[in-house]
């Protein structure tokens, strides 16, 4: 079945370094692919979306690519700050449904 | 535009209890999906809603039901609550018109629910 899969957390990095969060996926067909972030105490937010080979998705720096051949979709940021700190989620959209896979989270803390 | 509401925030039942929580969508979005997200499983999803018709459902056990009102709103019920139903239980909702993919879910900020 479809699933996605992350990097296990938690990541700690120091504020300014470069981030890298591994995503990969399996799915039948051409799925959509999307990282959200959750900050403590609040719902999922979407960051970020591609909905084919190749797209690139980027928002506030965040930056992941549609691969395809590897399937994979992993999140990157040059230069990673304090605020940046939260679980981020990976997930898929498969074309049959509006049903989502998520990945497990990856807990980033960013300290100065 | 007001985000994705969901009431209430918190909640302390026992178990054996039954339980509902209730999901406001974003104006124009007729597609709503609940999830459960605990530490261990992370996110799973539970069903998804669409113009009052469960389009979509996870591999819960029927004590889960869900239902969807005419005008998007839903509300989610717990029947004979066992200790394991703890977790934070997110509502999110998507224009979701065509079975498109690309629509994206925006979540509430969830119902944390504790069973005792």
């Known amino acids: 079945g479809d699933s996605v899969t992350q990097m296990e957390g938690p990541v700690t990095l120091s504020e300014e370094a470069f981030l890298t969060i591994n995503c990969t996926y399996t799915a039948t067909g051409y799925p959509s692919l999307f990282w959200y972030v959750q900050y403590p105490g609040e719902g999922l937010q979407l960051l970020l979306k591609?909905?084919?080979?190749?797209d690139k998705g980027s928002n506030k720096g965040f930056e992941a690519t549609y691969r395809k051949e590897t399937t994979s979709f992993h999140l990157e940021k040059g230069s990673v700050q304090v605020s940046d700190s939260a679980v981020y989620f990976c997930a898929l959209s498969r074309w049959t449904g509006n049903q989502f896979y998520f990945g497990t989270g990856t807990s980033l803390t960013v300290i100065p | 535009k007001a985000g994705v509401t969901q009431t209430p925030r918190y909640l302390i039942k026992t178990r054996g209890q039954q339980v509902t929580l209730s999901c406001s969508p974003i104006s124009g979005h007729r597609s709503v999906s609940w999830y459960q997200q605990t530490p261990g499983q992370g996110l799973q999803f539970l069903f998804e809603y669409f113009s009052e018709t469960q389009r979509n459902k996870g591999n819960f056990p029927g004590r889960f039901s869900g239902r969807q009102f005419s005008n998007s709103r839903s509300e989610m019920n717990v029947s004979t609550l066992e200790l394991g139903d703890s977790a934070l239980y997110l509502c999110a909702s998507s224009f979701g018109r065509d079975r498109s993919n690309n629509s994206p879910l925006h979540f509430g900020n969830g119902t944390r629910l504790t069973v005792t």
């Open positions: 591609a909905t084919k080979a190749d």
